[in-house]
């Protein structure tokens, strides 16, 4: 068990809900990979709209928690005003706060996201912000209240694992205290047993399981391979 926005959660692993061939396979695979925790952004599944309804009647009927994401935002301004619908469509005060700085590979502008997660939080928000590995703007969104910081593995969707362990290693070390979760850039099982060695405390992805050949049998390696990851960080890695 492990603590997540005062909530004790099994599942070291969180999934999102894009990009799955069907609804029924992203069913599956959810259930497959045990996790407790799925993603997903309100401007892409219209709550509204009838197949909006019948997304969220499925992840409700699975029972597991739901962290709004605002991707596809461009603004603090617009974050902020995606992270207020969803407070009201899900009655949940958590938000996987994403604001977008550049198009190509989706890199979180720090100066916005740290602007709207000032603001959130003095609006009673649980933010989870998405970010880089930079150790600044970590410590600067930790002052401002977060705790919960998702630096990035690698860009979004990229498969290219971690990218840079010396940064990501160096936020753990300074950052005891926080939740830390790897979020985006892993690609394959063996991505998430580093993150969890290292002793993050979770991984988020979507892409390494939506997109491969057999979804459901990749969210089940996930499910092992962040178990594997965090026994080894508890047992203590032996030196090279």
Same mark, same amino acid.
């Given at each position: 068990m492990w603590s997540v926005g005062n909530q004790e959660i099994d599942s070291r692993l969180l999934l999102g809900t894009a990009l799955y061939p069907s609804p029924s396979v992203m069913q599956l695979a959810i259930k497959a990979s045990g996790t407790q925790i799925v993603t997903c952004a309100l401007r892409r599944q219209n709550p509204q709209d009838k197949s909006g309804q019948d997304f969220w009647r499925l992840l409700r009927q699975?029972?597991?928690?739901?962290?709004?994401?605002?991707?596809?935002?461009?603004?603090?301004?617009?974050?902020?005003?995606?992270?207020?619908?969803?407070?009201?469509?899900?009655?949940?005060?958590?938000?996987?706060?994403?604001?977008?700085?550049?198009?190509?590979?989706?890199? @979180?502008?720090?100066?916005?996201? /740290?602007?709207? !997660?000032?603001? +959130?939080?003095?609006? #009673?928000?649980? $933010?989870? @912000?998405?970010?880089?590995?930079? /150790?600044?703007? !970590?410590?600067? +969104?930790?002052?401002? #209240?977060?705790? $919960?910081?998702?630096?990035w593995g690698a860009p979004i969707g990229t498969g290219k694992g971690l990218m840079n362990r010396y940064a990501l290693r160096t936020l753990r070390e300074r950052l005891p205290h926080l939740t830390l979760i790897v979020d985006a850039g892993i690609g394959k099982p063996s991505h998430a047993t580093q993150a969890l060695e290292m002793g993050y405390d979770a991984v988020l992805l979507n892409t390494a399981v939506a997109q491969s050949n057999d979804p459901v049998t990749m969210a089940k390696g996930f499910r092992h391979a962040v178990e594997a990851g965090r026994l080894a960080f508890q047992a203590g890695i032996m030196p090279e």
């Amino acid at each position: 068990m492990w603590s997540v926005g005062n909530q004790e959660i099994d599942s070291r692993l969180l999934l999102g809900t894009a990009l799955y061939p069907s609804p029924s396979v992203m069913q599956l695979a959810i259930k497959a990979s045990g996790t407790q925790i799925v993603t997903c952004a309100l401007r892409r599944q219209n709550p509204q709209d009838k197949s909006g309804q019948d997304f969220w009647r499925l992840l409700r009927q699975m029972n597991v928690k739901l962290l709004p994401n605002t991707a596809g935002c461009h603004s603090a301004k617009e974050a902020i005003t995606t992270a207020q619908m969803a407070r009201e469509l899900f009655g949940t005060n958590w938000i996987k706060l994403e604001v977008i700085g550049d198009d190509y590979n989706l890199q @979180p502008d720090p100066f916005a996201l /740290l602007t709207a !997660c000032k603001e +959130l939080i003095s609006q #009673g928000f649980e $933010v989870f @912000p998405y970010c880089t590995d930079d /150790l600044v703007l !970590c410590e600067k +969104l930790a002052a401002a #209240g977060c705790q $919960v910081l998702m630096p990035w593995g690698a860009p979004i969707g990229t498969g290219k694992g971690l990218m840079n362990r010396y940064a990501l290693r160096t936020l753990r070390e300074r950052l005891p205290h926080l939740t830390l979760i790897v979020d985006a850039g892993i690609g394959k099982p063996s991505h998430a047993t580093q993150a969890l060695e290292m002793g993050y405390d979770a991984v988020l992805l979507n892409t390494a399981v939506a997109q491969s050949n057999d979804p459901v049998t990749m969210a089940k390696g996930f499910r092992h391979a962040v178990e594997a990851g965090r026994l080894a960080f508890q047992a203590g890695i032996m030196p090279e």
